[in-house]
């Protein structure tokens, strides 16, 4: 069954520093997601992603973040310059419609310090 | 955002018992999506079942079943002869926009099942 692969599964980042979360989503996927779940909460929506574009964003992301697709297969989350309070799992999801909706990946958690 | 509300945080039972995980979800909308995901303490987010406005009839998946009520707006999830291996978070999601099954989830707060042997 195809899935959403994620990389790095756990990252230490110092504080300040810029972090890169990979992403590649089912191949015949159009839409994107980020989604974070601070621990023990509940999972949030941060970005979507169409057609090369951000289709919507929240309120979490802010000018610290941003999104790319540079090769038509790898959908990154770039975070630039981490706080403590960016420590979360981080999931990336797909979604090509007409199947059962959104494809989750396994997650990236990201830990700060 | 249109909510959805999982009033049990967490539940413990025994194996083999039934459990039933509660899920009510706001909408202004007349068609919408509603999805259930399972969280293992591995931590993906494994997808379970997802369900449109126009099919009320409860659906079963082996030891799995939903009973989806348009008059209560909820949705809940049931399973039957619980396994150790269904502790895990529990999550009841929803598009935020109608009837669109692309656009973003809003999750309820997640309910933890604990099974116990």
């Known amino acids: 069954e195809p899935e959403v692969t994620q990389t790095p599964s756990h990252q230490v980042t110092q504080m300040g520093q810029e972090v890169i979360l990979r992403c590649v989503p089912i191949s015949n996927h159009l839409y994107f997601y980020w989604y974070r779940q601070i621990l023990g909460q509940k999972v949030e929506f941060l970005v979507s992603f169409y057609n090369n574009e951000i289709s919507e964003k929240s309120e979490i992301f802010d000018d610290q973040f941003s999104v790319e697709r540079p090769d038509g297969s790898n959908f990154t989350l770039k975070i630039r310059s981490t706080k403590l309070e960016d420590s979360a799992m981080y999931f990336c999801?797909?979604?090509?419609?007409?199947?059962?909706?959104?494809?989750f990946g396994s997650g990236t958690r990201l830990t700060v310090v | 955002a249109q909510k959805v509300t999982q009033a049990q945080t967490e539940i413990s039972v025994v194996e083999k018992e039934d459990v039933t995980l509660d899920c009510v979800y706001e909408t202004r909308d007349t068609t919408y999506y509603l999805f259930w995901y399972k969280q293992p303490p591995s931590g993906e987010l494994v997808f379970l079942i997802r369900?449109?406005?126009?099919?009320?009839q409860n659906e079963i998946s082996g030891r799995y079943s939903w009973n989806f009520q348009k008059s209560t707006s909820s949705f809940n999830f049931t399973i039957t002869a619980s396994q150790v291996v269904d502790s895990a978070v529990y999550f009841c999601a929803r598009p935020d926009h109608g009837s669109s099954n692309t656009g973003k989830l809003i999750f309820g707060q997640g309910t933890t099942l604990q099974v116990k042997p």
């Open positions: 369900r449109n406005s126009f099919d009320e």
């Open positions: 999801a797909s979604n090509g419609v007409n199947n059962y909706g959104y494809t």
